[in-house]
């Protein structure tokens, strides 16, 4: 029975009565699919009541309205005199309140006429435009029934999230017909009880009586976060068992060189109880027969790179071979001017790998991986690009995971024998979400900042004193320090008012001449150059004006001052990112927060919070209690699960339930898990 069930699921929309290829098209655009349960994944924002009503003179304006009506005349429309003019229905209810009926859509105009004669009675619903001047109208009434036929008028209408082609009717009309399928199979069937809850909880949000049958902590759609929950971390679960019960899947790699201690004694600093307590779990994970899955989760400025450094080293004992995968070119290029002076010094070959390379240039170095010769390979994508071969890839650390997804860290792995994955990220989240996303993978914290840093002062100002904060830093711009200047768009819009980087750039080079402009939609080569400039010690410019591209990664350690227009605008991880491109040389840093006119209290709140602490986590808490995951992660976080039912924020509880359920040892076997697998498709999720 339950195959039967999951045929149902796995049928494509487009075999619903009603539906046929051409709209099935149009729900996968939507649903990010076209099967029937891409369809029941999908479920309603909210109820929309339709209040029966007596009379029209008892609704408000805005007001969603059902109430009978009597057709008394029609005022056909069309262009008249260059004007175009809608068709009118014109009624009346049964206590002769007048109420117009307007069609602006002239190619159906007969239709309308047709469905409402004139002397007939109709029940019709739609949302109610009352003006003084033109009294009651309802344009393009939801429904017109004959009133023996007032049942098809829902009393509560399921409103849910559409596209271009697909009405509310549509979405209706193909539930009642997959929901009439479901019931029939499972009505007669000896169906699993597991099942049936699932598929009795989907049935009450798809039909929900009001808008509390669709809240996150309701009792269905938290039966089905559970559902989904459980489907992901059992998932996480079981490959995480399956990495950790093999053995012997990677060479044991001998020592065959003493660096480690060379490395500890060129550091210009000491090395923060942190650090070094990452570095021993990840030397302890080099000794295990599996291969290493590790997350270093570290805040700005923490010492996450150095980290990376020893564990590279490390793993050059025994003469194998590293790679450190970033994001950028920039970012690439940074990390290698950084670590190349280090590796000099131990007598490692370090080389950086970017899509810039061609030619004789890039076949050299692709002969040096090769052989062995480079122990530590720098780079983006191109680092696993299908020419570059490696000796004897041992480690694979990626800078920025979150920029990376599944598909790119499974290529990077191919490239070695089991080599052991270390991953950074310098965008602290809620150990909730780390439980979460990362259930496959040791977590390592690095919680401490390098002796020495100096707090960042951070304060928030109105957009209305730029003039006298552009007067505030010319005296330390003139005496040699570096600005950030963070604009939320390129270039002005009509539909904004949020400040333009083009704008600002202008405006500031008449006040400071050496002034750069960095935004996204500039040449790859030409932003580089301008970032390159600016992180250049000798460089004359003193001021980048920049939109979020330099978010992570560029380290200036001259640049002192962080300004970001509109602030109100980003989320608070955004903004502490952005605040850590300051603050990593030895003179005190200062973060300004400008803030718009519309300005919201939360979004002032926001600004509060940052104000108050520099800790990320503690930020990263605050940034998903007030605003959810969807926008704290944003677009750029492309390894992370996105659910159907769950939310980060209101179902926390229901993550430790499901976490736990997970860690039963016969989860595999579970019938009911493996059957949430399915619908929740767990294939891609952490490999499993």
């Known amino acids: 029975m339950n195959k039967e069930i999951f045929d149902i699921f796995n049928t494509d929309l487009q075999f619903i009565h009603g539906v046929g290829p051409v709209l099935a098209t149009k729900f996968n655009d939507v649903l990010g699919g076209r099967r029937v349960l891409d369809f029941l994944l999908h479920i309603p924002s909210y109820v929309r009541p339709r209040e029966i009503l007596d009379s029209v003179t008892n609704a408000q304006n805005g007001d969603t309205i059902t109430v009978s009506v009597m057709v008394k005349s029609h005022k056909r429309g069309g262009v008249f005199r260059g004007r175009r003019h809608p068709t009118q229905i014109i009624c009346a209810d049964k206590f002769a309140a007048p109420i117009t009926l307007q069609f602006f859509n002239t190619k159906f105009l007969d239709y309308w006429i047709e469905k409402l004669p004139i002397g007939q009675w109709r029940i019709v619903s739609g949302k109610l435009d009352y003006s003084q001047r033109s009294g009651a109208i309802i344009n393009h009434p939801d429904f017109i ?83 989904e929950l459980f489907a992901h971390q059992s998932a996480i679960a079981i490959n995480r068992r399956i990495r950790k019960s093999k053995t012997n899947t990677r060479p044991i790699r001998a020592k065959k060189h003493d660096l480690i201690n060379k490395f500890y004694e060129i550091l210009p600093f000491a090395l923060t109880g942190a650090q070094q307590r990452t570095i021993d779990e990840i030397f302890a994970d080099f000794n295990r027969p599996t291969p290493m899955m590790r997350l270093v989760q570290g805040d700005v400025g923490s010492g996450k790179t150095m980290v990376a450094m020893a564990a590279m080293v490390k793993m050059a004992e025994s003469g194998a071979q590293s790679v450190l995968l970033a994001p950028t070119d920039a970012l690439a290029q940074q990390h290698f001017a950084k670590l190349k002076p280090m590796c000099d010094k131990l007598g490692l070959v370090c080389d950086v790998l970017t899509g810039r390379d061609k030619g004789v240039a890039r076949r050299e170095k692709l002969i040096s991986l090769k052989s062995g010769r480079t122990k530590i390979a720098i780079g983006t994508h191109a680092l696993f690009s299908t020419d570059v071969e490696y000796k004897d890839l041992g480690l694979v650390i990626i800078d920025e995971q979150h920029r990376f997804g599944v598909a790119q860290r499974t290529a990077m792995r191919t490239k070695g024998n089991n080599p052991d994955m270390l991953a950074l990220s310098a965008t602290p989240i809620p150990r909730t979400l780390s439980m979460t996303v990362y259930g496959d993978m040791d977590i390592s914290i690095i919680n401490e900042k390098p002796a020495g840093r100096i707090p960042i002062k951070t304060t928030k100002l109105p957009i209305e004193r730029v003039g006298a904060l552009i007067s505030r830093i010319a005296p330390q711009v003139q005496s040699g320090a570096k600005v950030f200047w963070v604009c939320p768009l390129v270039a002005e819009s009509e539909i904004s008012d949020m400040v333009a980087a083009q704008s600002r750039f202008e405006d500031l080079k008449k006040y400071f001449p ?57 989320g608070l991880a955004a903004l502490h990112q952005l605040r850590g491109r300051v603050g990593r040389g030895n003179s005190q840093s200062y973060c300004v927060l400008l803030y718009g006119n519309n300005v919201s209290p939360d979004g002032l709140k926001r600004l509060d919070v940052l104000c108050e602490t520099d800790d990320g986590f503690v930020i990263a808490e605050q940034d998903l209690m007030m605003r959810g995951v969807g926008e704290l992660l944003g677009t750029k976080q492309s390894g992370w699960i996105q659910y159907h039912f769950v939310n980060y924020r209101e179902h926390r509880d229901l993550f430790k339930l499901a976490q736990t359920a997970s860690m039963d040892d016969n989860i595999s076997e579970n019938v009911w898990a493996k059957q949430l697998r399915q619908i929740f498709d767990c294939s891609t999720i952490a490999g499993a």
């Open 145 to 227: 029934e004959l009133p023996e036929n007032a049942s098809k008028i829902p009393t509560h209408q399921a409103v849910y999230p559409s596209g271009e082609g697909l009405t509310q009717k549509t979405f209706a009309n193909v539930r009642d017909q997959i929901f009439k399928i479901i019931h029939e199979r499972v009505s007669v069937q000896n169906t699993d009880e597991n099942l049936m809850e699932f598929i009795d909880a989907l049935t009450h949000v798809h039909f929900p009586e009001s808008n509390d049958d669709l809240v996150p902590n309701g009792t269905y759609v938290a039966k089905l976060a559970y559902c």
């Open 514 to 570: 050496e002034t750069g402009l960095c935004h996204g939609q500039m040449d790859k080569k030409e932003r580089d150059k301008v970032m390159n400039e600016f992180a250049d010690e000798n460089s004359k410019m003193r001021i980048l004006v920049s939109t979020t591209v330099i978010e992570v990664g560029i380290d200036v350690p001259s640049a002192t001052i962080m300004v970001i227009e509109n602030a109100e605008r980003f």
